[in-house]
C-alpha cells in the first residue's frame, strides 16, 4: 500500500507491517517516518536492530543468516537495509529474501527517490503488497500549507489563512527550517492562535528551491512563484548555464508534443510518454501546452541558444536578463 508520510502513523498503529519502503528525496520526511516505524516496532516487541548497506559489496550470508534468526533464542528484529542506488545484484537479493519475512522480523528498506520503472519491478511489487510504502518526495507546492497546518496542530497552534500564506512564502523547499521555526513558535507562543504579526516578528527566511521546482512554476504559469523562485536561485549563486540547460531541455519536449498535436490530442500524447507521466506532471505539461504555441516555443529555444552562446562565448553581463526575458515568455 503507498500512503504518505502524514498517514503513516495512523496505519502502523492499527496494524504494523512485515515491512515498510522508505523512499523520497526530502531528507526530513524520511527520518521521522523512520523514526515512526521504529518507535512503534519497539512498543511490539522489535528490541534489536541491525543496518546494512546493499551498496557495492555486502554480505548475503550474514543478512540471510539474520533472517533465520528465531525469537526463541533472540528478540524480534528490526532489519533495515539502505540502496542510493538500484542494480541487478541488489534488487536479485532483495527478491531473495522477501519469501523470509516472517513475524519476528520487520524489514526497513530504505532509500532515494524511485523512478516509475523501479516502482512497477517485480522486486519493488512484491515488497510493496506485504507492507506500506512511505512516499517521502519533496512536496508539492499545493500540499506544502496542509503540512504547515499539521505541524502547527501538532504543537498545539493554530493560524489563520494569511499566516500559513506568510509560512509558505518563507520556507517552501526547506521543510527542516520550518519544523525549527514552528518548534521555536510553540515555545514563543504556546497553545495560542497565530497572529501574523507576531509570526513576522519571529521568523527568520530559509525557502530553498530545486531546479524542477522552478520548472514547474513556468509550467504552470505561476508568474509570483517563479519570480520568487528565480530570485533564490540567482542569491544562492546557482550556475546560469544549469539553468539555461535545464530550461532548454523542458523547452524542447514541450516542442516535440507540440509537434505532434497536429496527429493525436493530447491527453493520448501524454498518457504514451515513457516512462509514464505521474498526473501532476501530465497536468503542467497540459498547462504550458494550452498557453504556449509551437511558434513561441520555437522562439523560446532559439532564445535559449542565444543566452548559452552569450554565456560561454560572450561573457555578456546581461545574461539573467535574458534569462528573465525567456521565463516571462511562459508567464504570459
Known amino acids: 500500500m503507498r500512503i504518505y508520510p502524514e498517514q503513516l502513523l495512523q496505519h502502523i498503529q492499527k496494524k504494523l507491517p512485515s515491512c515498510c519502503l522508505i523512499f523520497g528525496d526530502e531528507a526530513l520526511l524520511t527520518i521521522e517516518a523512520f523514526e515512526q516505524v521504529q518507535q512503534q516496532a519497539k512498543q511490539h516487541g522489535f528490541l534489536e536492530r541491525f543496518s546494512y548497506s546493499l551498496d557495492g559489496s555486502f554480505d548475503k550470508d550474514q543478512i540471510f543468516s539474520q533472517f533465520n534468526t528465531l525469537s ?4 524480534k528484529q528490526i532489519i533495515e537495509l539502505t540502496l542510493s542506488k538500484t ?16 513475524p519476528d522480523i520487520l524489514l526497513i528498506l530504505k532509500g532515494p527517490k524511485l523512478n516509475n520503472q523501479q516502482l512497477k519491478s517485480v522486486w519493488f511489487s512484491q ?26 496542530k501538532f504543537v498545539g497552534l493554530t493560524a489563520s489563512a494569511d499566516v500559513i500564506d506568510f509560512l ?10 520550518a519544523k525549527q521555526e514552528i518548534e521555536k513558535l510553540s515555545i514563543l507562543f504556546p497553545k495560542q492562535h497565530l497572529q501574523l504579526i507576531q509570526v513576522e516578528q519571529s521568523i527568520t527566511t530559509h525557502n530553498h528551491f530545486s531546479l524542477f521546482q522552478w520548472i514547474d512554476s513556468l509550467m504552470a504559469g505561476d508568474k509570483a512563484r517563479t519570480t520568487r523562485i528565480i530570485k533564490q536561485l540567482h542569491a544562492e549563486g546557482t550556475e546560469l ?15 516535440a508534443l507540440s509537434y505532434q498535436l497536429k496527429q493525436q490530442p493530447l ?11 505521474w498526473p501532476a506532471k501530465q497536468a ?19 532564445e535559449c541558444a542565444q543566452l548559452e552562446v552569450s554565456i560561454k562565448v560572450e561573457n555578456k553581463t546581461d545574461t539573467w536578463l535574458q534569462l528573465d526575458t525567456i521565463c516571462y515568455q511562459f508567464l504570459k
Do not use: C, Y
Open 72 to 75: 526463541l533464542f533472540s528478540e
Open 87 to 102: 542494480t541487478k545484484e541488489n534488487t536479485d537479493f532483495i527478491r531473495e529474501i522477501t519469501p523470509l519475512l516472517n
Open 127 to 152: 515488497l510493496e503488497q506485504q507492507g506500506l510504502f512511505v512516499s517521502t518526495n519533496a512536496l508539492l507546492p499545493q500540499r506544502f500549507p496542509q503540512w504547515l497546518f499539521q505541524r502547527l
Open 168 to 177: 509558505v512564502l518563507h520556507f517552501e523547499g526547506n521543510l527542516l527550517a
Open 241 to 255: 548555464l544549469l539553468l539555461s540547460a535545464t530550461l532548454a531541455s523542458e523547452i524542447q519536449k514541450l516542442l
Open 267 to 277: 491527453s493520448m500524447l501524454l498518457a504514451q510518454q515513457k516512462p509514464k507521466l
Open 284 to 302: 503542467l505539461l497540459t498547462s504550458a501546452l494550452n498557453r504556449l504555441k509551437t511558434s513561441q516555443l520555437e522562439k523560446m529555444l532559439i
